[in-house]
C-alpha cells in the first residue's frame, strides 16, 4: 500500500511535464504560423499597392542611372535603394510589382490543382475499382514524366501568357492532392457513420459534401500551403528560362536571369530578387510544416 503512492507520483509528474511541453509546443506553433501569415499579408498588401508604393515606374528607362548600385541618390537625383539594372530601371520597383506576379500565379496555381486534384482524389477513394486504377495511372505516369518537358510542350503550343502559366503549374501540382485525399477517403468510407448514413438512405453526393470534404479539410489546407510555396518556386524557374512572364512584365526568376550576365559587375541585378524568392518560398513552406503539426495531434505525440 504505502510502495504504491511514490510510484504513481513520477508517472503523474511525468505525464503533467509531457502536456505542458505539448502546449507550449502549439503555442509556439501557433505563433510561427501567425508570423508566417503576417509576411505573405505583407506581400500581398504590396503587391495590391504596387502602383502608390514603388518609388518608380518598373519599366520606365534611364541610360544614365544604369548599373548603379544601392544609393540615396542617383546620377539623375532619384533614390535606387536596391540600384539598377542594366537598363536602368528600379531594382526596388520591379521586385514589389514582381509579387504581383508571384502571388496571383502561386494562388491561381494552387486553386486550380487543389479542385482537380481534391476532385479525383475523392472519386478515386471512394469509388475504388477501375475508377481508382485509372486515376492513380495516370497520376503515376505524370510523377515519371519531367515537369520542364510537359511545361516546354505546353508553352509552345499554346504560348506564353499568364492563362497558360497557371494552368501549367496547377497541372503539375494535383497530383499531391489527389493521392493524399484519397488515402483518406479509402480510410473514411470505411467508418461506421458512412454505413449507417448509407443504411438511411443517403445520396453519394450528400455522403461526399457534408460528411467526407470536412473531414479532409485540414489536410487540404496543409497540402493547399505546401504547393503554393512550390508554384511560386515553379513560377520563377519558369520565367528564369523565358517561358513564364514576359517582358517587360518584371517578375522574379525573369529579374534574376536578366541578372545573372553582370553578377560580378552588378550583384544587385539577381540577389535582391533571389533573396525574396528565396525567403518567401521558405517562409511558405515551414508555414505548411508547423500548419501540419498543429493539426495533426499524433504529430505532437497527443
Given amino acids: 500500500m504505502a510502495s504504491s503512492t511514490p510510484a504513481s507520483a513520477p508517472a503523474s509528474t511525468a505525464t503533467t511535464r509531457l502536456q505542458a511541453a505539448a502546449g507550449r509546443g502549439a ?42 548600385g544601392p544609393t540615396l541618390e542617383g546620377p539623375d537625383g532619384r533614390m535606387y ?45 471512394y469509388r475504388g475499382g477501375w475508377t481508382d486504377t485509372a486515376i492513380m495511372t495516370v497520376a503515376d505516369a505524370q510523377l515519371a514524366f519531367p515537369f520542364i518537358l510537359l511545361a516546354i510542350g505546353i508553352i ?33 468510407r470505411s467508418r461506421e457513420f458512412v454505413d449507417a448514413i448509407h443504411a438511411l438512405g443517403g445520396s453519394v453526393p450528400r455522403i461526399l459534401l457534408r460528411h467526407v470534404v470536412p473531414n479532409v479539410t485540414a489536410s487540404l489546407v496543409v497540402i493547399a500551403t505546401l504547393e503554393l510555396a512550390r508554384a511560386i518556386v515553379l513560377e520563377a524557374t519558369l520565367s528564369f528560362l523565358g517561358l513564364g512572364v514576359q517582358p517587360p512584365t518584371p517578375s522574379w526568376g525573369g529579374m534574376v536571369q536578366e541578372g545573372r550576365e553582370y553578377l560580378e559587375s552588378a550583384w544587385w541585378i539577381s540577389t535582391f530578387p533571389g533573396v525574396v524568392l528565396m525567403v518567401t518560398s521558405i517562409v511558405v513552406s515551414r508555414a505548411g510544416d508547423w500548419l501540419r503539426d498543429l493539426l495533426d495531434p499524433t504529430l505532437r505525440g497527443e
Fill in 27 to 68: 503555442r509556439r506553433t501557433r505563433w510561427l504560423i501567425a508570423a508566417s501569415a503576417g509576411f505573405v499579408l505583407l506581400l500581398g498588401v504590396l503587391a495590391a499597392a504596387a502602383p502608390w508604393v514603388a518609388p518608380h515606374d518598373p519599366t520606365r528607362q534611364s541610360l544614365r542611372a544604369r548599373l548603379k
Fill in 81 to 125: 535603394a536596391f540600384g539598377t539594372d542594366h537598363l536602368g530601371r528600379d531594382v526596388l520597383s520591379r521586385l514589389i510589382f514582381g509579387t504581383r506576379v508571384s502571388l496571383l500565379v502561386g494562388l491561381a496555381a494552387v486553386v486550380v490543382g487543389g479542385l482537380i486534384g481534391s476532385a479525383l482524389g475523392i472519386v478515386a477513394g
Fill in 156 to 188: 509552345a503550343v499554346l504560348g506564353p501568357s499568364f492563362p497558360t502559366l497557371v494552368v501549367v503549374i496547377g497541372l503539375s501540382g494535383w497530383v499531391g492532392y489527389a493521392r493524399i485525399l484519397r488515402s483518406q477517403v479509402l480510410t473514411l
